[in-house]
């Protein structure tokens, strides 16, 4: 049997985004040929894609989100916009543990960010 390699979206949405992750932390980022001031609105689009994080609220320069979870796996997502040039912006996504004590999360908060990464890529 030969190793064909992972077909596992996340794995390879992790790749495209730069994920990394150490304990139960993760953090994802992106360049996006829009402007910074767009963003907002792409991000309220985009928490229609995401059943299963809440919007909790949206600020010119940043949004965030609440995954809630059993015990100690609920975690808050941050989605930050940097402007890079005038026509670009740089996405910044990053997932904590509600708990800081939160050690392991069995790779949640890697998953969340690339699923939020891919669903605000998807409304640009």
Known sequence: ??????????????????VTSKWARA?????????????PAAVERA?????????TGVWPE????????????ARMIT?????????STRVVVTST???ATTVLDFGK???DVVEALSAVSAEL
Do not use: C, H
């Open 62 to 73: 940043r949004a965030e989100f609440q995954r809630s979870g059993w015990n100690t796996y």
């Open 109 to 111: 908060s890697r998953g």
């Open 27 to 39: 953090r994802g980022e992106t360049v996006v040929a829009v402007p910074v001031d767009s963003l």
């Open 47 to 55: 928490s229609a894609r995401l059943p299963k994080m809440k919007l």
């Open 1 to 18: 049997m030969t190793n064909m390699g992972s077909s596992n979206p996340v794995s390879i949405d992790a790749k495209r985004f730069n």
């Open 97 to 99: 543990p509600a708990v």
């Open 79 to 87: 989605v930050a916009f940097e402007p890079v040039t005038a026509g």
